[in-house]
């Protein structure tokens, strides 16, 4: 078969990144995708589309990564953006307590909207924190945290997507 | 005697001629030493000045060219209204002259369309055919409707079913998304429930869509989007949509559903 058909026939899989304005999810998406739409999209209509084809059990997955603005009950985001996606990633800023604070129901809303059960959730920007004030915040999160990342320093942000390429196929 | 005289006379006259010219001889010495001293210099200078010369006529773009264009552009920003006034009627007549161009273009177009239409042949060809409308007809073929670029969409997550394009290399998985997030943005901010965005317009292109319960289908055309062809089209559309409907295995095998667009759109 040739290449052409093989790309065809590829699984595709719509995946959510969700979190407060400014935690690092479009860093989070820069680190991993290189063809990607203005960032101008994201203020304009609250979404910007990603594309990144992986490789997860020798198998190639198209992923169309959905970059939602916000994720605050107050903020109006349209409800279809949730809709149809096969994996989600929750993303706070491990140095802001109230990009956290609040997971618990935030979680929920994007379960809600998404009909999602498991939702991954990533700490990012760990580069700013010492060890022993992650172990604080680890602490503090009343939910299992997933990954700790650093867009910055290219840490975990892989291995938070290949988790992420995971969620999708179960 | 006499000749002493005139011995003593002769003196004297020489005597004051030396007196009166030393001044003007030692100006006149002066200027010629000076005279061939640049003569001299002129010799040996005049090969250095007329390589130089050559070079700079060469070179003067490398030389000056960013300081001629700084000073060009200081000039035209601190002169904008005479620079604007001086260019005005060069800029109008060149806009004139592209109008008149395509004005003539279109005109010729025109003119064979008319004349091909407008032939015994074709004119009983349409009135055996029921068309009768001639203006449609002439601007049909003038702005010639084409379908640019057919996408099959999932309507909740957006992912690309299949597809159809003349030759745009746009990536069209993300053009799927971001034409889903646009899609659900506009419904959510402006329409009633249950109410579907249907098309846009961007200068010469328009993007119909239409939507179905589980997918939706945007066609982006150009031309003239005649009430026959946007009926023939529909019914296109909708044809296209029972089949993918009616076997979902369409929407998992891309190549499939792209050759069903062709057959289905394009070729019909």
Known sequence: MNLKNQLELMIAKKVLLVGNFGVGKTSLIRRFVLNEFSEDYISTIGVRVSKKVVTYKNEAIKLMIWDVAGTNADEKIPKAYFLGASAAMFVFDVSREETYVTLEDNLKMVKELSGLEKITIVGNKKDLLSKEELEVVVDKVSLQIDLLTSAKEDENVEDAFMELTAQTLK | MKKSTTDNKDKRFELLRDLLLTEDREKFDSLRKEFILNEKLQEKVSPFVDEKILDLRENFPKYFGDKVTDAIKIQIRESQDEVVEALYPIMGKMVKKFIVAEITKLSDSINKTIK????????????????????????????????????????????????????????????????????????????????????????????????FKTIYIAIATTGVLTQEIKEKLSDDISNLAEIILRDRTYLSEEYRLNEIIIRELIES
């Open chain 2, 116 to 211: 091909e239409k407008f032939s015994v042949q074709e004119i009983l060809k349409r009135f055996f055919k029921g068309k009768r409308n001639d203006a449609g007809a002439v601007l049909e073929e003038v702005f010639e409707f084409v379908i640019e670029e057919v996408f099959v969409i999932e309507k909740e997550s957006g992912l690309l079913s299949g597809s159809y394009s003349r030759g745009s290399n746009v990536d069209k998985d993300m053009v799927s998304g971001m034409l889903t997030a646009i899609k659900s943005f506009a419904e959510d901010a402006f329409s009633k429930e249950g109410q579907d965005l249907e098309n846009i317009k961007f200068e010469t292109f328009q993007l119909s869509i239409r939507n």
